[in-house]
């Protein structure tokens, strides 16, 4: 089971990624909204067992403490995005208004890492550009980009920490390798897939 929804102002997809047969999930970028999130997860009847962030910016992050307490799990970001969930500078929230900071992170994700979720997986790639620490997670159901690839576009890079040719280099090592017929779900706007993206995406 792979779902989302987009939340917030900002429209941040929030994804559950989950094993119906073992009733676990994961929770990946609660950006924002974390009541409805939290009602949402709550009529799928799946226990998330982890919050995983594709990245560290305040729109993937905003309701992570919430969400962390209400369901008692673990927070896990690449160690290079980190120091975005406890500064406001570093999660670019302070520059829209007094700054948001987050407890650290329970844990940190590595690139080839397998998590296992109920009686499926998910693997993380790791994909800077957009941020030092942007993740993909590979899944049996697609890939979940972050803001690393979008539907005919690709994620900014003018943040601080931010790298067109390190983007590039992860979408063409990482994603482009994968199956033309591999759903993609990104951090933001529609979904598509890797042989669209490999035909129709301008910046590629």
């Not at 896990?76 to 407890?103: C, Q, V, W």
Request: charged share 20%.
């Amino acid at each position: 089971m792979l779902q989302g929804r987009a939340i917030g102002v900002m429209g941040a997809n929030c994804y559950v990624f989950g094993c119906e047969d073992m009733k676990q999930g994961v929770l990946v970028d609660p950006g924002d909204e974390g009541m409805r999130i939290y009602r949402w997860v709550t009529e799928l009847g799946i226990k998330i067992t982890r919050i995983l962030l594709t990245h560290g910016h305040l729109d993937h992050i905003g309701a992570v403490d919430e969400l962390r307490e209400r369901f008692d799990c673990p927070v896990l970001i690449h160690s290079a995005d980190a120091e975005m969930l406890t500064n406001a500078r570093k999660n670019l929230s302070a520059y829209f208004g007094p700054g948001l900071s987050f407890k650290a992170a329970d844990g940190f994700l590595q690139d080839g890492q397998i998590l296992t979720v109920g009686n499926k997986s998910l693997k993380v790639l790791h994909t800077p550009g957009h941020s030092p620490g942007s993740i993909c997670f590979l899944t049996d159901e697609g890939v979940i980009s972050g803001d690393t690839l979008f539907a005919g576009s690709i994620g900014r890079t003018d943040f601080p920490g931010g790298s067109l040719d390190e983007l590039l280099r992860g979408v063409e090592t990482k994603l482009l390798t994968l199956p033309d017929d591999t759903p993609v779900y990104p951090g933001h706007g529609e979904s598509t897939s890797i042989g669209r993206e490999r035909v129709e995406n301008p910046f590629l």
